[in-house]
């Protein structure tokens, strides 16, 4: 089944469907140094109507493992930023936080 120990590495490339056979799903993944690592995984956990030949993006984080059926976003590194508005007649003050990215 799925090779959990696989998909908790950071994936950087896509994996390619191979097969699908009755509810299961076969996708090969292209590592370093031309290394492909084979999984099998239940069709479910797959969030789209799939084919052989399309691909298949997954991503580890801290709290979960995310698949997606198509590229995740490319966020450019910023820093947030803060903006203090202050209004000269009451004193209120309003911030605005800005560039922190979202996914």
């Known amino acids: 089944m799925l090779n959990l120990l696989f998909l908790s590495t950071a994936l950087a490339t896509p994996g390619t469907i ?29 969030p789209c109507e799939a084919s052989v030949g399309d691909n298949i993006y997954v991503r580890k984080t801290e709290d979960m493992t995310i698949v997606r059926c198509t590229a995740f976003p490319v966020i450019p590194p910023t820093s947030p930023t803060i903006e203090v508005r202050i209004d000269p007649s009451t004193g209120e003050m309003e911030y605005i936080i800005q560039n922190i990215p979202l996914e």
Not at 18 to 39: C, R
């Open 18 to 46: 191979n097969k699908i056979e009755n509810d299961v799903v076969h996708i090969v993944f292209e590592g370093e140094n031309s290394v492909s690592y084979n999984i099998v995984m239940p069709s479910i956990l797959v």
